[in-house]
């Protein structure tokens, strides 16, 4: 098939070299495509298009982002499909866009017309081992130098000296010496990270990953005592979730269940095992009531079985729950998502992993780059490529054992909202991807750099580099935009999941229309002649668009929308006022720790660290609250007054008996508390006075106009 492409826009240096120099093309692009395709195009006719070849769509995309790799020259998805659908009629384009080849030098002696008996190459020629070179590269390198010899002496032209590829010489360096058993254990944990090994190490325990602590420390009379009594009292009030966990360790794999362990406290390691649920409460198999703050690991926006959750989901349970077809509820869950979010686009997928997963090969596909940036600190997830620790040079090291160094090749880990990360970003913009951000830390609530984020969208925005938001933590839960919305920055994609599941697992990739394409190929229209023409990547999953899912989700959407924006604001005020009321209480105590919070998400901070600190989490849980040692807190609309009321007391309580049992300080001087008029707590803040008389700030209460929450410690 001839070639629809303009002529080469370059004066060609000689009769021949144009068509030498397309020859040396299509080879490579036969190489190319193998690589790409996985197949052998052999000898096939160049001019044969790739869909009569059996080169799929995603083939021809992932082709398209290689050749601007190697040749530097940027080709689309829908060219390959059209005016450079082969071999002969890319090469022809490669060809009109390259800069020319100098021209050969001059001969001073005029060669005789008849050409040699034949071409030998020497010896020297062929690849040997341990050269530098690929093997396929330099085979495919001496063929084109012997075509372009071959068509020189056609022409009765002086063919160019073959070029030997030059051996590389032997290594003749001695083998190192064993390492003397005096090695110390610093020299031997450098080289296990070398080979992309990665040991366990509980003070660097990564995200939810188990910790588990093996060395035990001395107690006195007193804490032994006092711990002796607590572990009783525990055991005592939870003793069938005890003995269900024993009961099933021998066949049941389950991290949560060992998290936490330390040798002092085994016999209170375990999970509680709970029987039902409803609102905010928990009920476990031995009948005790919890009110339940862990909420899902934030999955909970409504509390447990919310009614209008439940009608819908048993409502699409009567109707099935078949796997494979289309479903009437997709196309509007999308919907919704774009409408709360500002997004043009949006696709569902199982979990929120599976969302920044997506994004990543989303950005990757668009761009045409590979390199990726995410800051430490961040939680994107269960796929290897994010369960990274920054290592020298910001390049990324294996956050867990299993994972291998060389899944990170192409990321780098930056500190989060440093004046340093911003320089990176600036310095190697146009070689970036994505920027992968989590706009707040779940592990570090108080820290929203907002000018820094401002500051990389306007660097992303400019070099083209696709800027990604984490909000399945923070979306739909700080406000209705999420993160986005409250910080007015927009991202090109953000991940989603959790609150909008309504207690079923749902994960949700959304963004501007430029890159959500790369999913479908973009919009097509029947009756006509158009086709999908972008370029797409893979995004595919069994139980992606469950029915059940899709059922929560959009009963979850229609009422985030239906109550508006008073419900986060609702959520945020009695979130914050807990968190003041508790981190004053700790001052005032002198405990060193105190409560930090983002929108309804609060977790306890320590201040000190304390061999047996972690007890206040058990000793919560043994009065009625359902909380994780060291886990992300969260409020839900469920959660009443009264709920809230008995969080703080088990918190407040918990620490008298820590300090009682000499497990935790009481500092003599605790720090005092210093009201600052000049500094509200939440925008919009008002001045005034508690009952007590003290300043205080306040803020509307959205359920009645005429009264005031109190806010601010």
């Not at 070299?17 to 160049?46: C, E, H, M, Y």
């Not at 660097?204 to 607590?230: C, M, N, V, W, Y």
């Not at 009481?666 to 500094?679: I, M, Q």
Request: charged content about 20%; overall charge negative.
């Amino acid at each position: 098939m001839s070639s629809t492409t303009p002529a080469p826009t370059h004066p060609a240096t000689s009769g021949n070299a144009p068509a030498a120099r397309k020859l040396q093309l299509i080879a490579r692009l036969r190489a190319l495509f193998d690589d790409v395709s996985g197949s052998d195009l052999g000898d096939t006719d160049p001019t044969i298009p790739f869909v009569e070849l059996g080169i799929d769509s995603l083939t021809l995309t992932q082709a398209a982002l290689q050749v601007k790799r190697e040749f530097g020259v940027s080709v689309t998805f829908r060219q390959l499909m059209e005016s450079l659908r082969s071999l002969d009629a890319l090469a022809d384009h490669l060809d009109s866009q390259l800069p020319p080849e100098p021209a050969a030098q001059p001969q001073a002696a005029t060669v005789a017309a008849a050409a040699p008996q034949g071409l030998a190459m020497p010896a020297a020629a062929m690849p040997a081992p341990g050269t530098n070179a690929p093997l396929l590269q330099q085979v495919i390198q001496q063929q084109m130098q012997l075509m372009a010899q071959q068509l020189a002496l056609l022409s009765g032209v002086q063919p160019p000296a073959l070029q030997s590829a030059t051996p590389a010489p032997a290594d003749t360096t001695p083998p190192a010496a064993p390492a003397p058993t005096g090695t110390t254990t610093a020299d031997a944990a450098s080289a296990t990270d070398d080979a992309g090994v990665q040991r366990y190490d509980v003070k660097k325990a990564f995200g939810a990953i188990a910790r588990i602590h093996t060395q035990a420390s001395p107690l006195t009379e007193r804490q032994r005592a006092r711990l002796d009594a607590f572990m009783r009292r525990y055991v005592e009030r939870t003793a069938k979730s005890r003995a269900y966990t024993e009961q099933h360790r021998a066949h049941l794999a389950d991290p949560r269940v060992v998290n936490g362990f330390r040798p002092m406290i085994k016999d209170i390691v375990y999970q509680i095992v709970v029987a039902r649920s409803k609102g905010s409460h928990l009920w476990d198999l031995d009948g005790n009531d919890y009110v339940d703050v862990l909420s899902g690991f934030g999955m909970s926006l409504f509390g447990w079985q919310p009614d209008f959750v439940l009608d819908a989901v048993r409502r699409q349970l009567d109707d099935g729950y078949d796997i494979g077809p289309q479903h009437p509820l997709a196309g509007p869950v999308a919907e919704l998502v774009c409408e709360l979010t500002g997004f043009d686009r949006a696709g569902l997928c199982n979990t929120g992993s599976e969302a920044v997963m997506a994004a990543v090969r989303i950005a990757r596909t668009v761009t045409g780059r590979s390199t990726v940036v995410l800051f430490t600190g961040s939680y994107h997830g269960t796929f290897d490529e994010v369960l990274v620790r920054s290592g020298g040079e910001h390049k990324g090291i294996p956050a867990a054992p299993g994972i291998m160094r060389g899944m990170f090749g192409d990321v780098r880990v930056l500190d989060y909202g440093t004046p340093e990360a911003l320089a990176f970003i600036r310095a190697h913009a146009d070689d970036l991807a994505a920027v992968l951000v989590e706009p707040v830390q779940s592990r570090r609530p108080e820290f929203q750099p907002v000018d820094f984020l401002k500051d990389v969208r306007a660097i992303t925005e400019q070099s083209g580099t696709c800027l990604i938001f984490d909000e399945v933590i923070t979306g739909f839960r700080c406000a209705l935009g999420g993160a986005q919305q409250l910080f007015g920055v927009r991202a090109d994609l953000a991940s989603y999941g959790k609150v909008i599941g309504g207690g079923m697992p749902i994960g949700v990739i959304a963004g501007k229309r430029e890159f959500m394409d790369a999913l479908d190929g973009g919009a097509w229209q029947y009756g006509d002649d158009s086709i999908p023409s972008v370029g797409v990547t893979y995004f595919a999953g069994t139980f992606v668009r469950h029915p059940l899912a899709l059922a929560a989700a959009h009963a979850s959407l229609t009422h985030l929308k239906q109550q508006g924006p008073a419900l986060q604001q609702r959520l945020n005020a009695a979130t914050t006022a807990l968190a003041d009321e508790l981190s004053a209480f700790c001052r005032e105590h002198g405990a060193p720790l105190e409560i930090r919070h983002f929108a309804s998400l609060w977790r306890v901070a320590w201040l000190e660290d304390h061999p047996l600190q972690d007890l206040l989490f058990a000793m919560m849980r043994s009065r009625g609250v359902h909380i994780l040692d060291n886990f992300p807190c969260f409020l839900t609309t469920a959660h009443s007054e009264a709920d809230i009321a008995h969080i703080a007391g088990a918190f407040k309580d918990s620490v008298r008996e820590l300090q009682e049992s000499e497990f935790l300080p009481r500092h003599k001087s605790p720090v005092s508390v210093v009201f600052d008029a000049a500094k509200p707590p939440l925008p919009g803040a008002r001045l005034g006075k508690d009952p007590s008389g003290k300043p205080a700030w306040f803020v509307p209460n959205p359920d009645d106009p005429a009264q005031y929450l109190k806010v601010g410690a």
